[in-house]
Every structure is written in C-alpha cells, then in structure tokens.
C-alpha cells in the first residue's frame, strides 16, 4: 500500500535525523565546559527520532492487516454485485432459501471486513497525530540550536548547518503525514462508497 512506501520513505529520511543527533554529540565532545547545552540538543534530536521510528513502525506494522482486509472486502464487494445480479435475473423458488442465505452470510462478512478496515484506519490516523505532535517538536529544537550558538560561539556553522538540516527534515516530515493522511482519507471515502451500495 501507499502507506507503507510513505512510511519506509520516511523511516529513511529519519537515518538522518539520527546523523544530526551525532554530529552534535561530536561538536559537544569538542566544546569542552560548553557541551553541557549541546548534551541536551543530542538528546533531544536522539528522542525525536527514536519517536519519528516508533511510530512509524507501527503505521507500517497495521499496513499488512490493511492490505488482506482491502484483498478482502473488494473480492467479497465483486462477489456481493454478482448475487445482486443473480437475483434481478431471477432465482428459481426452490433455491431462494439457500441463495438468500448465502447473501445474507456474505453481507455480513463484508461488513466485518469493512469495521476491520475502519479500525484499522483510525488506528492509523492515531498514529498519524502522534507524528504530526512529534513534527512540532522539531522547530523549538532548531531554536534550541540557535540559544547555544549564541551562547558558545563555537561551531556555530555547523551547529547552524543542523539547524537547516532539522528544517529540511521538518518540512519533509509534515509532507509525508499529509500524504498519508489523504491515503487514508481516499480509503474512507471508497469503504463509504462501498457501504452506500450495500443499502
């Protein structure tokens, strides 16, 4: 699924938000008395990303659950039309009880299919928020960098550099979380759509 391609992507890109967190803790090393304040950007930067993969573990981790679900309830979705097809070209009386029995049995199975998948959806989008509270906790780290740059003096281009870099990440970060959010958005759409032609 899309969710998973978006989430493995982003668990990439978060390597190097890991990258950020030890080039600081090396410009820490290096800056003697001072390193105290940039200890406290290294860990920072090192629970953000440990977060960023947490979380988006668990969004790749619900993605096969989506997947047979989705397999699921378009076959039985297909499989739905074509009984509703069979009736309106006519059911012979001595089969009616076993055709009406298997439709009746049908129906409820997508139904379960489809609650799965919706709470497999919600599930994500819980997810999904917890990422977007983790995305807004990356600009006050980049000001953060900015407070012990001035304080230091020190490999303030590099800390600065960081700064760009965690910018950069942030922004991708906040692309992702839409895109997948307009993923499960589509997915929502379509199980309405579904459910609207079961009535």
């Known amino acids: 699924m ?21 080039n600081a803790q090396v410009m820490a090393a290096h800056t003697g008395q001072n ?18 993969r947490e979380t988006l573990g ?25 009984y509703a097809l069979g009736s309106e070209a006519g059911i012979d009386a001595r089969n009616q009880v076993t055709y009406q029995a298997n439709f009746d049995g049908l129906c409820s199975q997508l139904e379960a299919d489809l609650a799965s998948l919706e709470n497999d959806l919600a599930a994500t989008g819980v997810l999904l928020c917890d990422l977007e509270r983790i995305a807004q906790q990356i600009p006050p780290v980049a ?23 965690l910018a950069l990440f942030h922004e991708l970060l906040d692309g992702k979380i839409e895109r997948m959010r307009e993923i499960s958005r589509r997915a929502q759409e379509r199980i309405g759509e579904l459910r609207g032609g079961m009535a």
Not at 35 to 52: F, H, N
Not at 143 to 165: F, P
């Open 58 to 82: 668990s969004i790749v981790a619900l993605v096969p659950t989506l997947n047979e679900a989705s397999i699921s309830t378009l076959h039985r979705s297909h499989l739905r039309t074509s």
């Open 143 to 165: 000001s953060l960098i900015r407070i012990v740059v001035a304080e230091i003096h020190l490999k303030s281009e590099e800390l600065l550099g960081t700064v760009a870099d």
């Open 35 to 52: 390193g105290g304040s940039l200890e406290v950007i290294v860990a920072e930067i090192g629970r953000l990303s440990t977060s960023i």
């Open 2 to 22: 899309s969710l998973a391609a978006e989430g493995r992507s982003l668990l990439r890109e978060n390597e190097g938000m890991k990258r950020l967190g030890l």
